[in-house]
């Protein structure tokens, strides 16, 4: 099993541009989440999903959506970037509650310029 | 507002020495989580601790849990060079508990 992946690994932006976050697991997961990374501190949850088709929000969901159409995929859309969302992005996965064991990808550092 | 902090912040040892951290938060819990993040990487699971519980043990690992104070500690004994990395505590939060949030770590260092 690959686990959780996501790409980018890198990506820089220009303040008002739009992209996706990718993050795919192949553990048959039920729970995804997404969360980000500023320097010197723990992660800050943005959104998380139970199960296709249903997502909610988390701690800063604000500048960010999320969809989730199959079991393996969880996109996170930046819709217009600004600086303030420059960080490392991580998505992890979870076989039971998302307070349970999760699991975690690489993340994506995005620069938001 | 993080419902976790870590104390202290930054913990700087010497190999075979043991290192300690703790980890205060806010409100009650079900569980609480330890993982492990080495520079530039993705967060590591170590170890899960459930409310009812009061220590667990895993490998070199060994956490603590006083809900009556709102505390754990995680014990990493005879450390090595390669236990260097960052150390975050976890705890649900939220209606229903359907979410986690992690405090800001400690930064470990094990001097070989």
């Known amino acids: 099993n690959a686990g959780v992946t996501q790409t980018p690994k890198f990506q820089v932006l220009k303040t008002g541009q739009s992209m996706t976050l990718q993050c795919a697991q192949d553990?048959?997961?039920?729970?995804m989440s997404w969360y980000r990374q500023d320097p010197g501190m723990g992660l800050r949850l943005i959104h998380y999903?139970?199960?296709?088709?249903?997502?909610d929000q988390g701690e800063v969901p604000n500048g960010y959506n999320v969809s989730r159409s199959t079991t393996e995929d969880f996109p996170l859309r930046l819709l217009s970037a600004a600086p303030s969302q420059t960080s490392v992005y991580f998505c992890?996965?979870?076989?039971?509650?998302?307070?349970?064991?999760?699991?975690f990808g690489p993340g994506t550092r995005l620069l938001v310029l | 507002s993080q419902q976790g902090e870590e104390d202290p912040q930054a913990l700087s040892i010497q190999e075979g020495e043991n290192a300690t951290m703790n980890c205060s938060y806010k409100?009650?819990?079900?569980?609480l989580q330890w993982y492990r993040q080495n520079s530039g990487r993705g967060l590591v699971h170590l170890i899960l601790?459930?409310?009812n519980e009061r220590e667990k043990h895993s490998g070199r690992l060994r956490v603590t849990l006083d809900t009556s104070k709102k505390s754990s500690s995680l014990l990493i004994t005879a450390s090595r060079a390669a236990d260097t990395a960052s150390y975050f505590c976890?705890?649900?939060w939220g209606t229903g508990g359907f979410k986690t949030i992690f405090g800001a770590g400690t930064r470990l260092f094990v001097k070989a």
């Open positions: 553990m048959n997961h039920e729970y």
């Open positions: 601790i459930r409310s």
């Open positions: 999903s139970v199960g296709a088709g249903i997502t």
């Open positions: 976890a705890t649900d």
């Open positions: 409100t009650s819990i079900n569980n």
């Open positions: 992890a996965s979870s076989s039971s509650l998302l307070t349970e064991t999760q699991y």
